[in-house]
């Protein structure tokens, strides 16, 4: 997906998943080491996480995150929200919610 929009360029990490504490899964279990040896290597200038909206992609985002903090490397995140050709109409509270939250300036 990431490569048809033709608006990155750049490396990416897939996640063979998310954290999950309850269901054993822990930072090794999804190569987050590896992701730190990446990291430490000094080459990265940005992450941006793109992880599910879920309680466990919060979590996954936020140890990514420190990691990258941890080595300097600036760190953004893909917005969510209301989908392109959505309808306001049928978006449910919460997405409409995490839109509102994240909204930028109209662009001229």
């Known amino acids: 997906a990431i490569e048809q929009t033709g608006e990155f360029t750049g490396k990416y990490f897939v996640l063979m998943g998310h954290l999950s504490p309850i269901d ?62 959505g309808e306001l109409e049928y978006v449910d509270g919460n997405t409409l919610s995490h839109a509102l939250s994240g909204r930028k300036s109209y662009q001229f």
Request: negative net charge.
């Open 24 to 85: 054993g899964i822990g930072p090794a279990d999804l190569g987050l080491d590896i992701l730190e040896k990446q990291f430490a290597t000094g080459q990265f200038k940005e992450v941006i996480l793109a992880t599910n909206p879920t309680v466990e992609g919060e979590a996954t985002a936020y140890y990514i995150a420190e990691l990258a903090q941890k080595y300097q490397v600036d760190i953004s995140r893909i917005a969510h929200g209301v989908p392109v050709g």
